[in-house]
């Protein structure tokens, strides 16, 4: 059996190798249009703002090793450019453009996202980068090293901005952030961003919310950008406006594409091609909370996505559950973490929420070191249950969202949560841990 | 009507503190046999730790702020001695021996527990302090400092005596633990006690398992430990063996006693007479895996118990849920946390467990920093019920331990839980949280 994977990145090569493990006589090939397969993304921006490291250290495993060890068939340099469901095949074109057709009996989608770009003149300029591929990140590393970069502007306030923001200030480049929208990280209590935002500026990085973008130009010593009430010059400029799911594809051969523009795929990651799977970034799925088709790259689904097709095409019917939204990043000193829906998703996906917003400490009474930690709890006052939790704070957020994002997993009622026999001691927190603090605010008010 | 607290601590503390806020009107009088009431006992080795601090500073609320601010009639130095539940009254004897007598509508017996002392000669010298009450603390404080110890026998190997060894190396004061099993950490993973052995030796502790403990007897120039085949010199000796539930009172007035001598209590808290709760440390719980009755003296579950009881007098019907038995605790560098069951354990409570042991990494592949995180997961292959976990790490473990808990109480199947949607972000662990790690070993084996 022909076993094809479209995208060698985190689903693919989960798949790929999972696959050749349950089942070593597969013919498993992998088509990876870059050079680059199996490597940290998330790491980038950490890998970047340490000269001394180099780019090629966040690849996990490398394309040989693939071929050698594991018995895939992995080809690099192949861009998949159309499919046909109905003769069952993909061709495409090597990066030395020579075409190529390759008949599946059954295929995975891997295909990823890619960086939105600000729809401006000006972005093929030299110096415009965005950071999404291992390509773009030896890009943007080489490009700081070579034009000793001291002015960047990125464009977008998202997770990946924010991250970059550090790695930049850690190297001593100046970081101005600017976006169209007016309000620094929309999704989040009003509160909680007005500390990461002073977390930013008392780390040198400047943010410029609501101008509109309206070109990029080259200047004499770099890059403007320019908006209609202010003009940032840059020796760089990296748009992080976020992503968008790389379906065309699948769109193109009659495959169902839903929210975002994802591959619209069942919880066997079946999409409406019974041939045809998808998984990660590309592919959409399931939240658990509103029960609905939700589009939310994230690299643990992508490699848990992977594993199940890999299952599935062996012959075995696994489902993977859905996806809460758990998501953690760092701001400098601070963790930022969320899971779930803050109460404008609530409130769009039927629910009636009430929410509450408390500050707690890392640390027990009287224990030194104790930074503050915030959080935000949203519970729904119809049924009681729990719908998302955010929190901020210098320690002991980043691992305490999970215990939130296993109570949204068991459909746990606000009290039920509040209930949780959670770990104490004064090193670690205080006796009532921040969620159970908020937990029992809240069940005031549903 | 009359409520009336026996014991000053976290349970009668917050119950009393909690009825008058639910009802003013009420009279609500807590007697305590000492002169100390909440304050953070969990608190006292770090605080010993630093010659610095003032035992004081674990005090939360002084007794005068619950009197004047609060309108508790709180009875310091008051002894409650005797019970009788027929005619709803307690008396005792203050600290001045003075005898009192007093009657109740509802009663809380919140009488916490005390250490256990080792049953052999000696134990009433001078420089043998267990460490249990804010007193306690303030006379080992006192002694450190005025006898300038400088070695100190600890007898016990549990979560005292380790959070006690780092105080006292913290002191560069010399510390031997003996007890007389031979297995350190017998409740513990053996390659992860082994672990925690290895981080007790590079800080200098020395440890004596499978030594009887003979007698204790002064020297010219302190005391003397004395076993069969060992002696072992010290400034002081800290008796650290555990606690056993104060619950004579209870008994001696006809109420039910169960589990290790706790009281028995419902998921109210209400014990064997209708006027009588008890809470905290001298009562029982419902263990959520097991679902059978256990006694798991923590600080968060009296604070819990004494919330629930005070709604309870005040005509609530509030339950508590039951424990999973959470629990952290630092020795130097290492965090130590589990939640659930060990194997052993399991198999008593009619399980039959699996169970798995991994390595993984507190942060991703290539980020800079990351050290080891170990993680033993037990599930059950009759059910597939997730029953038990143990973590140990130098970061990272003592909040994830939470999502486990959560796990468990939601009696989530490892499968469930092997789904659950877990934050990720390169500076606080791989793609694949340890937990999920474990946990997709485990399914392997259930």
Redesign the interface.
């Known amino acids: 059996m022909d076993f094809v994977v479209i995208g060698g990145d985190?689903a693919g090569m989960s798949a790929a190798s999972r696959a050749k493990r349950n089942r070593p006589d597969l013919n498993v090939t992998v088509l990876e249009k870059t050079g680059d397969v199996s490597y940290?993304a998330?790491?980038m921006p950490?890998?970047i703002a340490?000269p001394d490291?180099d780019i090629e250290?966040?690849v996990?495993r490398h394309a040989q090793v693939f071929r050698d060890k594991q018995g895939i068939n992995l080809l690099t340099g192949h861009c998949a450019e159309e499919l046909s469901p109905g003769d069952k095949t993909v061709s495409g074109r090597t990066s030395e453009g020579k075409v190529f057709h390759l008949s599946y009996d059954k295929l995975l989608i891997a295909t990823g996202a890619s960086p939105v770009m600000p729809d401006i003149p000006g972005t093929e300029l030299p110096g415009v980068i965005p950071l999404k591929t291992l390509d773009d990140g030896r890009k943007i590393k080489a490009f700081i090293k070579d034009r000793r970069v001291r002015r960047v502007v990125l464009i977008g306030m998202g997770y990946i901005a924010l991250e970059m923001c550090e790695a930049l200030r850690a190297m001593d480049i100046q970081a101005d952030m600017v976006k169209s929208r007016p309000t620094f990280l929309p999704w989040m209590n009003a509160d909680m961003a007005e500390v990461i935002r002073e977390e930013l500026e008392s780390n040198g990085v400047v943010l410029h919310p609501g101008h509109a973008l309206e070109r990029i130009e080259a200047s004499d010593d770099g890059l403007k950008l320019i908006c209609p009430d202010l003009t940032l010059d840059a020796d760089m400029i990296l748009p992080a406006m976020g992503v968008t799911p790389n379906s065309e594809l699948a769109a193109n051969a009659g495959i169902i594409t839903g929210i975002g523009n994802s591959i619209a795929v069942d919880t066997g990651l079946r999409t409406s091609d019974e041939n045809v799977f998808a998984a990660g970034d590309c592919a959409d799925a399931v939240h658990?909370v509103t029960g609905e088709k939700t589009w939310i790259p994230?690299?643990?689904?992508a490699?848990?996505g992977g594993w199940a097709v890999a299952d599935n095409v062996c012959g075995k019917d696994v489902r993977?559950?859905?996806?809460?939204?758990?998501?953690?990043?760092?701001v400098f000193d601070l963790?930022v973490?969320r899971?779930g829906l803050n109460a404008a998703e609530a409130t769009k996906a039927g629910f009636d929420p009430a929410e509450v917003m408390i500050r707690s400490r890392s640390r027990?009474?009287?224990?030194?070191g104790a930074s503050k930690i915030w959080v935000q709890m949203v519970g729904d006052k119809k049924t009681g249950c729990l719908l998302g939790v955010q929190m901020l704070g210098k320690e002991?957020v980043?691992?305490?969202?999970?215990?939130a994002?296993?109570?949204l997993?068991?459909r746990?009622t606000v009290e039920?949560?509040s209930?949780?026999?959670?770990?104490?001691?004064?090193?670690?927190?205080p006796?009532?841990?921040p969620?159970?603090t908020a937990a029992n605010q809240l069940l005031k008010k549903i």
Request: proline residues 4%; glycine residues 8%.
């Open positions: 985190a940290s998330c790491g950490y890998n340490e490291m250290d966040l996990v658990v994230l690299a643990l689904r490699n848990r993977v559950h859905g996806t809460v939204g758990t998501a953690v990043f760092k963790q973490a899971a027990a009474h009287a224990h030194p002991g980043a691992h305490r969202i999970n215990a994002a296993v109570a997993h068991a746990m039920q949560f209930q949780s026999d959670m770990a104490y001691a004064p090193p670690f927190g006796v009532w841990d969620l159970l």
